[in-house]
């Protein structure tokens, strides 16, 4: 399964957003812990609201909270192990006081950007450089070893000019070439910046920066502070509605991390719909026909014969399935057929 991993420097807040993305608290003293994240859709509630089923599920991501990054032997090589699995990073950093103290003595969110991608950036030269050591000092360089080298070459100078992997423009048959080693810089990121609660709506200069920072690299950020996401997931979505207004923000910070996350991790979400039930479904972007319903249930891609399908939007403009159809806007699709996001589907099949 695709996971998000949460990372950042000890006391970031990264645990009380795992729990608030999650609803798991992890047992004091673990160092990490794997649960699931609902992705609020509104496309989801709207279907709640016109098939009134007796169960709605949204679409769900899977989240780690991996151990922060601390100094001391065998620690940063420790976290570094923990990231590997992740297939996205969601970096927490630190911008509040609080009551515990910052473990490096002072509030420094561009200090603590670095650090972290720093120590990623340094484990992906070592991964470089060890591979073009061993291709090197071998008695021979043949076959795709030696198609390897030139290609393991550009990336150590690409790292060498402190830019992330992810940056790095590579062919499709480069990239065949480096199958097998995990890039901590290439994994798309997401940075949430844990403001204190006065400097939520606001945009200090160092903020500015480090958005800039982010963009250059090609990730998102957000802000949020945790304390206040907090707050508002206490109350009931009446309460919610005016405290949020109060505070000028149109939703939980929670929720564009959970719907950015998904994106981050390149899914897209496709609708099965009834009385019974209404269901988003996570499925990559590209997945097709088969692929959903292999997402449903095995026994539907083994016995896969058609699949119906229908836009949201077409359904949520024309008011009902009998109007999709009676329009023409309704398909019959095969196996091979591309799933778009917000498809409603309903396979047909025979086992």
């Given at each position: 399964?695709?996971?998000?991993?949460?990372?950042?420097?000890?006391?970031?807040?990264?645990?009380?957003?795992?729990?608030?993305l999650?609803?798991?608290?992890?047992?004091e003293?673990k160092?990490s812990?794997?649960?699931?994240?609902d992705?609020?859709?509104?496309?989801?509630d709207?279907?709640?609201?016109?098939?009134k089923?007796?169960?709605t599920v949204?679409?769900?991501?899977?989240?780690?909270?991996?151990?922060?990054?601390?100094?001391?032997?065998?620690?940063?090589?420790?976290?570094?192990?923990?990231?590997?699995?992740?297939?996205?990073?969601?970096?927490?950093?630190?911008?509040?006081?609080?009551?515990?103290?910052?473990?490096?003595?002072?509030?420094?969110p561009?200090?603590?950007?670095?650090?972290?991608n720093?120590?990623?950036?340094?484990?992906?030269?070592a991964?470089?450089?060890?591979?073009?050591?061993?291709?090197?000092?071998?008695?021979?360089?043949?076959?795709s070893?030696?198609?390897?080298?030139?290609v393991?070459?550009?990336?150590?100078?690409?790292?060498?000019?402190?830019?992330?992997?992810?940056?790095?423009?590579?062919?499709?048959?480069?990239?065949?070439l480096?199958?097998?080693?995990?890039?901590?810089?290439?994994?798309?990121?997401l940075?949430v910046?844990?403001?204190?609660?006065?400097?939520v709506?606001?945009?200090?200069?160092?903020?500015?920066t480090?958005?800039?920072l982010?963009?250059?690299?090609g990730?998102?950020?957000?802000?949020?502070?945790?304390?206040?996401?907090?707050?508002?997931?206490?109350?009931?979505?009446?309460?919610?509605?005016?405290?949020?207004?109060?505070?000028?923000?149109?939703?939980?910070g929670t929720a564009?991390?959970?719907?950015?996350?998904?994106?981050?991790?390149?899914l897209?979400?496709f609708?099965?719909?009834?009385?019974?039930?209404v269901?988003?479904?996570?499925?990559?972007?590209g997945?097709?026909a088969?692929?959903?319903?292999?997402?449903?249930?095995?026994?539907?891609?083994?016995?896969?014969i058609?699949?119906?399908?229908?836009?949201?939007q077409?359904?949520?403009?024309?008011?009902?399935?009998?109007?999709?159809?009676?329009?023409?806007?309704?398909?019959?699709?095969?196996?091979?057929?591309?799933?778009?996001?917000?498809?409603?589907?309903?396979i047909?099949?025979?086992?």
């Amino acid at each position: 399964m695709l996971t998000c991993g949460m990372v950042g420097l000890p006391l970031s807040g990264k645990t009380t957003l795992f729990s608030l993305l999650t609803g798991y608290i992890p047992p004091e003293g673990k160092t990490s812990a794997i649960a699931m994240a609902d992705v609020p859709d509104s496309r989801v509630d709207f279907l709640e609201k016109m098939y009134k089923p007796r169960k709605t599920v949204y679409g769900q991501i899977q989240v780690t909270d991996l151990a922060g990054l601390s100094e001391g032997t065998g620690k940063t090589a420790a976290f570094l192990d923990s990231i590997r699995p992740a297939h996205a990073l969601i970096h927490v950093i630190r911008a509040f006081a609080g009551t515990f103290p910052h473990p490096l003595g002072t509030i420094d969110p561009l200090r603590d950007f670095n650090i972290v991608n720093h120590e990623l950036l340094l484990a992906d030269m070592a991964l470089v450089e060890t591979r073009l050591d061993r291709i090197k000092t071998a008695s021979k360089i043949k076959g795709s070893a030696k198609e390897q080298l030139p290609v393991l070459e550009k990336c150590l100078q690409h790292l060498l000019e402190e830019k992330p992997m992810s940056m790095l423009q590579l062919g499709e048959d480069e990239r065949q070439l480096l199958q097998g080693l995990v890039f901590f810089t290439d994994k798309p990121q997401l940075l949430v910046v844990n403001l204190s609660e006065e400097d939520v709506g606001k945009n200090p200069a160092w903020l500015s920066t480090l958005e800039a920072l982010s963009n250059e690299k090609g990730w998102r950020l957000l802000a949020l502070s945790a304390k206040i996401e907090g707050e508002i997931s206490q109350l009931t979505p009446e309460e919610q509605s005016v405290f949020m207004k109060e505070l000028n923000i149109s939703e939980p910070g929670t929720a564009l991390v959970a719907r950015e996350a998904y994106a981050l991790l390149g899914l897209i979400s496709f609708f099965t719909v009834g009385s019974d039930e209404v269901r988003a479904w996570a499925l990559k972007n590209g997945g097709t026909a088969l692929d959903a319903a292999r997402t449903i249930h095995s026994d539907l891609a083994r016995g896969f014969i058609r699949a119906d399908v229908m836009s949201y939007q077409d359904l949520k403009e024309l008011g009902s399935e009998t109007a999709v159809k009676e329009k023409g806007l309704a398909q019959l699709v095969g196996k091979d057929y591309v799933v778009r996001d917000g498809d409603i589907v309903h396979i047909r099949f025979n086992v």
